[in-house]
């Protein structure tokens, strides 16, 4: 396949990319810096040469919301901020199950079961780790979304529990590049949160790692992350944007520091440095692209959306995200959960006060 925008910084990337070559610092850099006009289409058919045509929905439950020790300036869960947020412990596994039938109903591939700190300890709370087990096991054994997993800094240990009980994806996200990170989390590191992932894919769980855009880094913070992310070996790339919660560092603010432009021109880049990972709208897309702006990430290259709602902000319905897919030219996941995207936009247009995927769900961030 050829591909060419008259661009040459973005079609001799693109020729490279196809031809199985990977882009290094200096091209992320220069990419970086190409109008979105250029790198949208090119983007887009990266994703066409390595991807299937579908977009990929997962969904999440926020399982223990509140109460975190860590100091994230942007999570609403942190004890450090007072945020005012609804806190709960852990909920009972059978109200987890009945998140993820909500969330398979709805066109989910994949259900994230998150808990809000640093970690479930096995050690020091063992009850609730095996309550973690036990909606783990319900959800595998009860529907047929994949399930993934987002439970903070794991051990060697319970990273190869987690991934015999059957996780599939490790969910932790780095949040932005190693430089910029300890402007904005003092509580642990950048290391901490890549020596999980590490422990997650040596017990043979995928990971799904990423970021959350627009809390002050650079565009070089931007292309650093990404480049992290695949020293790691990620399989799943969310990209947040920061939907400021009040009484956070970073919810005083006018808003995510980043513009729609520069969003999708990061999505396109992305997809150039990660052409075989499933790059994955998530939190703050609502709050910061217009409803008419909402397919755009969608024809720059990325093909996976975290659909109902966040950890601690709400989402749009399924039957929208669908319609959004759907402007794109693109079509929903069907590999895992069958479903029929006709139907759940026909059930919301009936009845508009549906619960949305994650009903349980109340942070910015995809992560805990
Ligand atoms: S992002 Fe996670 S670790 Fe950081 S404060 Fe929020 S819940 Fe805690």
Redesign the pocket.
């Known amino acids: 396949m050829v591909y060419e925008t008259g661009n040459r910084t973005v079609d001799e990337a693109v020729a490279r990319v196809l031809d199985g070559e990977s882009l290094d610092r200096t091209d992320g850099l220069a990419l970086m810096a190409q109008p979105v006009e250029d790198l949208a289409p090119a983007a887009d058919a990266v994703r066409a040469e390595f991807g299937d045509g579908t977009v990929d929905a997962c969904s999440i439950v926020n399982a223990k919301a509140g109460n ?5 300036g ?2 609403a ?2 004890v450090h901020f007072d945020t005012g947020i609804d806190t709960y412990g852990l909920l009972d596994p059978e109200e987890i199950l009945e998140a993820a039938k909500r969330a398979e109903r709805d066109g989910a591939q994949r259900f994230g079961v998150v808990v ?3 970690g479930v300890s096995k050690e020091k709370r063992p009850e609730e780790w095996q309550d973690v087990l036990r909606a783990i096991r319900l959800v595998r054994d009860e529907t047929d979304v994949e399930v993934d997993a987002s439970l ?1 800094i794991l051990t060697e240990e319970e990273a190869r529990i987690i991934a015999e009980e059957g996780v599939n994806h490790y969910n932790h996200n780095i949040e932005t590049s190693p430089r910029y990170f300890p402007e904005i ?1 003092s509580t642990h590191s950048f290391e901490d949160r890549v020596e999980t992932l590490e422990r997650a894919k040596d017990a043979g769980m995928d990971l799904c790692a990423g970021v959350i855009l627009g809390m002050g880094e650079t565009p070089t913070d931007r292309v650093d992350a990404a480049l992290a992310l695949r020293d790691v070996g990620i399989s799943s790339l969310p990209v947040n944007v920061l939907n400021p919660v009040a009484g956070t560092p970073l919810g005083d603010d006018d808003g995510a520091d980043i513009t729609t432009p520069e969003i999708i021109r990061t999505v396109a880049v992305y997809r150039l440095l990660h052409p075989h990972a499933r790059v994955r709208l998530t939190g703050g897309r609502e709050a910061n692209l217009d409803a008419d702006e909402q397919h755009l990430p969608f024809e720059a290259g990325a093909d996976g959306i975290l659909t109902g709602d966040y950890l601690t902000t709400d989402g749009q319905s399924p039957a929208d995200d669908i319609e959004i897919i759907e402007e794109a030219g693109l079509e929903p996941n069907t590999e895992s959960n069958e479903f029929d995207p006709e139907a759940v936009k026909a059930r919301v247009d009936d009845d508009p006060a549906v619960e949305t995927a994650a009903g349980t769900a109340t ?1 910015n ?1 995809t ?2």
């Open positions: 975190c020790a860590e100091d994230c942007f999570c869960q942190s809000a700190e640093k903070g989390v942070s961030a992560d805990d």
